[in-house]
């Protein structure tokens, strides 16, 4: 029988022990993980972003990726969208007994695979392991921390009407992955989560483009919900055409098919740049010359119009509100 | 259907110029109404709502199955969803339709009852199997569009020897409920945009009466803006003749007779009975019920459920809004204590309800 992670293995003995040094030092360690103090010592100096996620994504693998990829990207892309360059990361792990340890191990080599890409390191790290039905498999906890790199840095509350509003790619993949694997439903053509770290293009594109008004990664909730958290805090209107959307035909078609909009399905590799309309052309050529960029589009303008509202402009001219959701996305009866 | 053809129904110059057409040719006032919650949320979602000439009134009608759910029967699947011996199973939709005291599945959920929220009703055969001790009771809720595949799920539970499925059966239709409309003198109507998916079902024929009997035109509409588009101008056309049509314009989904095979799978299942409705009540024939025969599992024979018509929530202006006599808008509750976070009646909840439509969409 395939081995599984046992209580004993969050008991802080010698089980613990051999999963520590085997499986998360040999993967995941550094100089400054490997000293296995109670702490990291970091030496940070001025202005520095940081920002904590919990993942508890089902199914723990999918398409485009896993559970452990995921909360290394999910943190990076945080911190970056703050113009930052983000150097450290903690990580908890919450286990549920029984998780094959096959699994583990995929989900933490994805990790390193990660953190090396994207340069970080994690420093500091835990794991606990909880009996049979007290979390769903595995549940991650990852915190970032980066350098500022511009001032100001991006805001939310920085958008301005006549602001050019940006993407970096295509829209809807990684939600409508999620929830066509967790239902088994299979998609006729090939979709695949977008989860990648961000952080080299965004760092490129603040160093050139330091004026910058807002960074923001459209994840839960979609463009729509980011957007309109953007649009309430800066109390501007975003104008977005609807012709602009870049949304892949299969992604679109799956959305069609179980009653879904792509405007509020979760990315989590794709931001969102919001920028004076006269660096629009050159943040777009920046973004393009990356392959997460490939797809870089402007999708809209900010106005003075209807402030806090996101409008959207339809393929026919019309002109409708684009909404926060309440909750989550219930496909339909017919 | 490709994607590519679908966007030929969504070409922005084809619209504009049918758009002229109508703004010419639009004498006085046209109001019409779409008895189908798909055509509510493409009206809008797609701009066209905005586009329309002034004189075009839009209304949305009685046709999203999760509003014209009596609030009776609401109290009694979440009633039922408390048994300790359920699992309930149901389309998303039902989950945040709001009963008595603003309770709902997801809170019902929350406090321990078993929800299955299932794409297709043929989910529930899996989940029975799963589950042998226990009993799955699927809501039926929806119209003719719904009802053959729950008919046709029942049939393959019996083949396969299942006995623990159970429907909780709220079916209604959809023709006679326009009869009912029709026949209400409060109700000012030019015309109806018919429903396309129902419609491929039970075809164009059991619409005939309205041209017929109430002299008003309704054309069977696809969803894409074009379909809507080419529907009213066509109506309007027939006005200015003084005729009324009954008329079939989305033929690449709907046969004049329908699906005549699924019409049988749900008539073997399910006989006419008379049915409350939301807002509009008692409408005599417009309901189905499970026949004697396919009694084993009927979720209402086994927990002894009675549905009985009571006062309607205080303030609430459902009625007036599916019958196309106020818009949403224009009840004192929208948008105030009614809004999609707490909602007081379903047709803030559902996505294809008419307030909801309204609060998401509309930008005045």
Known sequence: ?334 | MSFELLEKFRDPELCRKLLDKMERELDGELRFMEVCGTHTVAIFQSGLRSLLPEGITHLSGPGCPVCVTHESEVNAFLDLAGNERVIMATFGDLMRVPGEDRRNLKKAQADGARVKVVYSPFDTLKLAKENPGDLVVFIGVGFETTAPTIAATMKMARRQGIDNLRVLCFHKTVPTALDALLADQAIKLDGFILPGHVSAIIGVEPYRFIAGKYNKSAVVTGFEPLDILQSLSQMIDWRNKGEAHVDNNYTRIVGENGNPKAMEIMYEVFEPCDALWRGLGLIPGSGLEIRPEWEQFDAKKEFGIVIKDGPALKGCKCGDILKGIKQPDQCPLFGKACTPANPVGPCMVSTEGSCAAYYKYKLD
Not at chain 1, 58 to 76: K, M, R
Not at chain 1, 150 to 177: E, F, M, N, W
Not at chain 1, 257 to 268: R, T
């Open chain 1, 1 to 334: 029988m395939s081995e599984k992670v046992l209580l004993d293995y969050g008991s802080g003995g010698r089980a613990s022990q051999r999963l520590i040094s085997k499986l998360f030092l040999g993967n995941l360690g550094n100089d400054e993980l490997n000293r296995l103090n109670d702490a990291a010592e970091l030496s940070v100096s001025g202005r520095v972003a940081m920002s904590t996620d919990s993942f508890t994504v089902d199914p723990i693998f999918f398409p485009g990726g896993n559970i452990g990829s995921l909360a290394v990207h999910g943190t990076v892309n945080d911190v970056a969208m703050m113009g930052a360059v983000p150097r450290y990361m903690t990580c908890g792990y919450i286990i549920e007994e029984g998780l094959p340890m096959a699994d583990l191990e995929i989900i933490v080599k994805s990790m390193a695979e990660a953190v090396e890409h994207a340069g970080v390191q994690i420093v500091s790290g835990d794991t606990k392991v909880v009996p049979k039905g007290a979390v769903d498999k595995i549940f991650i906890n990852t915190t970032g921390i980066g350098d500022i790199i511009v001032d100001p840095a991006p805001s939310g509350d920085a958008a301005r009407p006549g602001d050019a509003v940006l993407i970096s790619g295509t829209i809807g993949d990684h939600g409508l992955t999620i929830l066509g694997t967790r239902e088994g439903l299979d998609f006729e053509a090939d979709v695949k989560s977008d989860s990648a770290a961000l952080n080299h293009l965004l760092v490129r594109l603040v160093r050139e483009l330091p004026e910058v008004h807002v960074l923001r990664d459209p994840t839960r909730g979609g463009l729509a919900t980011t957007l309109n958290e953007i649009t309430t805090s800066s109390n501007v209107c975003c104008e977005l055409n609807e012709t602009s959307l870049p949304i892949r035909p299969e992604v679109q078609g799956g959305c069609s098919i179980l009653g879904l909009d792509p405007l509020y399905l979760a990315n989590e590799g794709k931001f969102i740049c919001i920028l004076p309309e006269a660096q629009a052309e050159k943040a777009l050529e920046i973004m393009r010359s990356d392959p997460l960029g490939g797809d870089a589009c402007r999708i809209g303008t900010m106005t003075d119009a209807n402030p806090g509202k996101v409008v959207l402009v339809t393929q026919l001219g019309g002109k409708r509100l684009l909404g926060m959701l309440e909750g989550e996305q219930l496909p339909r009866i017919c």
